[in-house]
């Protein structure tokens, strides 16, 4: 199943077609980590399964709080109601395409994931008064249409 990737499935999900939102945990303002923290807590996402941080994440990427080591994580929630996979990650240290692969192998293989969404904030070198863009990169024209609707900035079209 995993052609070796470091993955932990602690329970199997009964999902048909879902979708996957991924957050980064070291965005600007910590924005992937505050919205997939927010969706799992609203929609009683539950821990399934997780990618072993030691083939991706070299020692110093440990910190300690507490007196207490915190490894880096990367662990995926269902929220089952929904159809909808949450994933929340540290960014990898080495090993990103290995690492990608082995996210998609879940989604693929155990969430039958049909949609993927990446959440992530960067850096705006403008005035804090200027209006922000909602940026949206989209590989299909269907996909386009239905974000439409929120005034996003397409960076590419299909």
């Given at each position: 199943?995993?052609?070796?990737?470091?993955?932990?499935?602690?329970?199997?999900?009964?999902?048909?077609?879902?979708?996957?939102?991924?957050?980064?945990?070291?965005?600007?303002?910590?924005?992937?980590?505050?919205?997939?923290?927010?969706?799992?807590?609203k929609l009683k996402g539950r821990e399934f399964a997780?990618?072993?941080?030691?083939?991706?994440?070299?020692?110093?990427?440990?910190?300690?709080?507490?007196?207490?080591?915190?490894?880096?994580?990367?662990?995926?929630?269902?929220?089952?109601?929904?159809?909808?996979?949450?994933?929340?990650?540290?960014?990898?240290?080495?090993?990103?395409?290995?690492?990608?692969?082995s996210v998609l192998d879940v989604a693929e293989q155990?969430?039958?994931?049909?949609?993927?969404?990446?959440?992530?904030?960067?850096?705006?070198?403008?005035?804090?008064?200027?209006?922000?863009?909602?940026?949206?990169?989209?590989?299909?024209?269907?996909?386009k249409e239905v974000l439409g609707q929120y005034e996003?900035?397409?960076?590419?079209?299909?």
């Amino acid at each position: 199943m995993n052609k070796g990737y470091p993955i932990k499935i602690y329970n199997e999900q009964e999902l048909r077609r879902s979708s996957l939102v991924l957050g980064w945990s070291e965005d600007i303002g910590n924005l992937g980590r505050k919205a997939t923290g927010y969706l799992n807590r609203k929609l009683k996402g539950r821990e399934f399964a997780e990618i072993e941080p030691e083939a991706f994440f070299p020692l110093g990427g440990v910190a300690i709080e507490g007196n207490l080591a915190r490894f880096p994580e990367s662990k995926f929630y269902a929220c089952q109601e929904y159809e909808l996979v949450v994933f929340q990650s540290d960014s990898p240290g080495a090993e990103w395409y290995k690492f990608l692969n082995s996210v998609l192998d879940v989604a693929e293989q155990h969430c039958r994931v049909k949609e993927l969404y990446i959440l992530g904030a960067m850096v705006s070198f403008s005035a804090h008064t200027a209006p922000r863009q909602l940026i949206a990169v989209v590989n299909s024209a269907e996909m386009k249409e239905v974000l439409g609707q929120y005034e996003f900035f397409f960076v590419m079209d299909s």
